[in-house]
């Protein structure tokens, strides 16, 4: 009996040796992400006598097979005992954060955090800061660029001296003939600062940033760009007086590095610089690096800043705003409107109607509205849609009247874009227009229009445009459909394309929540009834359906004298689409 316990107790450990053992992958990897029970049938002690020792001495396996181990370990501590056992995880861990594999190692770095936050300080000092010492010292890159990752979680926790030797050895990191392990250094040196003492902040850390952001070592735009993103953490640890000291020179020369990748990166986080630093660095000195960036000579760096144009300006305090745009921002947003790159230009498109409202209402007369009409004229269509799907931002400030004299004739023109999406894009945007203009404008200028869009050629336009339909009855009111809409609709039903004596039907379908009773009744269901005799199948089939919608809203006289018979006659019909419809609707009539 013995013996069997024994064996029984070996057997979950056994199997995962010979599963691991496997040349099939998947099946390896699968047994990985069965630790946790493995680790539950053995017990914690034997976990960490027998089922760590062997991860740790054992692992040699596909990059897969490794990243699930490392994620597996970071969630062990309750199967290890507890925090008081965590530093037993440590060593697999460690000989996982040395293997070539990056994303192998990021998820070993992880876990390690993970289990760094459980341990007390005394363990972190007796067994966590000599594995980020160890790793700091490999003579392989890939411990030290994992090593990068550790300082933050260990540094609070330990005694002065051992600070001391930290900050010593992430110096030394920093300084990495390894352009990878600077790479890694610059993009953990943020959170680092954050961990460091404010006087050692300054003495120490900040001049280890400034060599990462002027990194000319074998020409490493790699970490400078790194570094960009680690300045704006560090900006918002300083008083303003500090970062203007300390930082302003190399977010000055990020703004104008040579590697338009760094440019590119100091354009993408603009905002949070902008934030950072606060409104004076803001006005005295970055205002000037923005503008520089809209106007700068790739492509991609104009986009990104353009896409930040409308933030920027929003985040400037209010009483600068006007002083700042005008003379800085707005003669560069008039040179991106004729920008070459389509790419540029789409990006300004989607954020220069949100400056009206901070403009105010004559500055968006006298200078936005010219370029508005330059960009709905654009070439490409996603410029011209970005500018369509922002148009009630500039109505908010200049009211309709302007807009509809301004901007109406050019959106007049793009209803009728070989472009579906921008005509769509103008469709959605129809029914604001509509309440604004009121019902005269809208029937002088727009009606003929939206009337056009129900035998649009694409299917998503009629389908829009039908949509629209009971948004406009809303707004004008139902005398105004009955004289204007539901007629000039009806008559569809005669129309020799059958897609559009569909869109009567899918018309009907909208209309119906909207129209009173006797409206229906008068008028729909007769047509509903003639065009249960259509040709084409798939309008038959969508009378069925149209009938199975608008049945709540008919009354019982109608339903047995009018809508029954149809329904019989289309149940007779030779399409079994139709036949299954129409048995679905017989059904509703029924309940």
């Excluded at 352009?179 to 280890?208: D, N, Q, T, Y």
């Excluded at 986080?269 to 960036?293: D, R, Y």
């Excluded at 700042?324 to 540029?344: F, G, R, S, W, Y």
Aim: proline share 5%.
């Amino acid at each position: 009996m013995a013996a069997t316990s024994e064996d029984d107790s070996l057997y979950p450990i056994a199997v995962l040796i010979d599963e691991l053992r496997n040349e099939d992958v998947q099946l390896r990897l699968n047994s990985i992400k069965k630790l946790s029970t493995i680790a539950l049938a053995l017990g914690v002690e034997r976990t960490r006598a027998e089922l760590i020792p062997f991860l740790t001495d054992t692992i040699e396996d596909e990059d897969e097979v490794l990243w699930a181990l490392a994620e597996q370990l970071g969630n062990f501590i309750p199967l290890v005992g507890g925090p008081e056992y965590a530093s037993c995880l440590l060593s697999p861990l460690e000989n996982l954060a040395t293997v070539e594999e990056t994303v192998v190692r990021e998820k070993a770095t992880e876990s390690l955090r993970m289990i760094a936050g459980h341990h007390s300080p005394a363990d972190i000092e007796t067994h966590f800061a000599p594995l980020v010492r160890r790793l700091s010292q490999g003579d392989w890159f890939t411990s030290r660029t994992s090593a990068c990752g550790l300082y933050a979680v260990c540094y609070p926790h330990v005694s002065v001296a051992l600070k001391t030797e930290l900050r010593t050895m992430f110096k030394c990191l920093c300084t990495d003939d390894t352009p990878m392990v600077r790479r890694a250094a610059a993009s953990k040196i943020g959170e680092f600062a954050k961990a460091v003492e404010m006087e050692h902040l300054k003495g120490e850390i900040i001049p280890l940033f400034n060599s990462l952001a002027n990194d000319e070592q074998f020409s490493q735009d790699s970490v400078r760009l790194l570094a960009v993103e680690a300045g704006i953490t560090i900006a918002g640890l300083l008083t303003e007086s500090d970062i203007e000291t300390l930082l302003l020179p190399m977010f000055r020369s990020a703004a104008s590095d040579k590697s338009w990748r760094v440019r590119f990166m100091i354009a993408d986080k603009f905002i949070e610089l902008q934030n950072a630093v606060g409104p004076t660095i803001t006005k005295n000195h970055l205002v000037f690096h923005f503008s520089g960036l809209l106007k700068d000579v790739e492509a991609e760096v104009r986009a990104s800043a353009a896409n930040k144009i409308k933030e920027f300006c929003t985040n400037l305090p209010p009483e600068i705003q006007e002083a700042v745009i005008m003379p800085n921002i707005l003669p560069a947003v008039k040179e991106l409107v004729c920008d070459t790159n389509q790419h540029v230009k789409a990006a300004l498109a989607s954020v220069i109607m949100g400056l009206s409202p901070i403009m105010g209402k004559d500055n968006t007369i006298q200078h936005l509205l010219p370029l508005f009409l330059i960009l709905l004229k654009d070439e490409h269509s996603d410029v011209r849609l970005n500018i369509i799907s922002n148009l009630d931002s500039v109505n908010k400030v200049i009211g309709i009247h302007q807009l509809s004299q301004s901007l109406l004739p050019a959106i007049v023109e793009l209803a009728e874009d070989p472009k579906w999406r921008v005509r769509l894009a103008i469709i959605e945007h129809m029914p604001l227009l509509a309440e604004q203009l009121g019902v005269e404008f809208f029937d002088e200028k727009l009606n003929s229009l939206c009337m056009s869009w129900l035998v649009d050629g694409v299917f998503a336009i009629r389908s829009a445009a039908t949509a629209n339909l009971k948004k406009l009855v809303a707004i004008f009111g139902l005398e105004w459909a009955q004289n204007t809409v539901i007629t000039r609709v009806l008559s569809m039903a005669r129309d020799p394309n059958y897609l559009h004596r569909m869109t009567t039907l899918f018309a009907i379908n909208v209309l119906v929540p909207v129209c009173p009773q006797d409206v229906i009744t008068k008028f729909m269901v007769p047509v509903i009834s003639n065009l249960a005799n259509d040709a084409v199948p798939n309008v038959r089939f969508n009378v069925a359906k149209t009938i199975a919608y608008i049945l709540p809203n008919l009354d019982a006289h109608t339903v047995d004298g009018q809508i029954k018979p149809c329904l019989t006659k289309l149940q007779l019909d030779d399409d079994a689409d139709v036949k299954w419809f129409a048995n679905e609707a017989l059904l509703i009539c029924a309940n």
